[in-house]
């Protein structure tokens, strides 16, 4: 194994710890920080072992933060147009 994936091993380790700890707004803010340790940790991950241990990662990331991708999800689909049928 190799040092990106043990990175990737720690932040889900540390996302889970993270998780158990009591917080006042709702895990927000160690979301954010996961988020901005994570996605290196993720392009690293790519850059190393390929595209698709690098779309495992992320699909593990996103798993863990579910809540900040369905609104980035809602987000996204409300910029998006519509088209008329």
């Given at each position: 194994?190799?040092?990106?994936?043990?990175?990737?091993?720690?932040?889900?380790?540390?996302?889970?710890?993270?998780?158990?700890?009591?917080?006042?707004?709702?895990?927000?803010?160690?979301?954010?920080?996961?988020?901005?340790?994570?996605?290196?940790?993720?392009?690293?991950?790519?850059?190393?072992n390929?595209?698709?241990?690098?779309?495992?990662?992320?699909?593990?990331?996103?798993?863990?933060?579910?809540?900040?991708?369905?609104?980035?999800?809602?987000?996204?689909s409300?910029?998006?147009?519509?088209?008329?049928?």
């Amino acid at each position: 194994m190799n040092l990106s994936l043990i990175l990737a091993c720690g932040w889900g380790i540390a996302a889970n710890l993270l998780a158990m700890i009591p917080s006042r707004d709702n895990h927000w803010s160690r979301a954010y920080l996961l988020i901005a340790v994570g996605i290196p940790i993720v392009g690293y991950v790519t850059f190393q072992n390929g595209p698709v241990w690098g779309l495992l990662v992320l699909a593990a990331g996103a798993s863990v933060l579910r809540w900040p991708v369905r609104y980035l999800w809602r987000w996204v689909s409300r910029m998006l147009p519509r088209g008329r049928a």
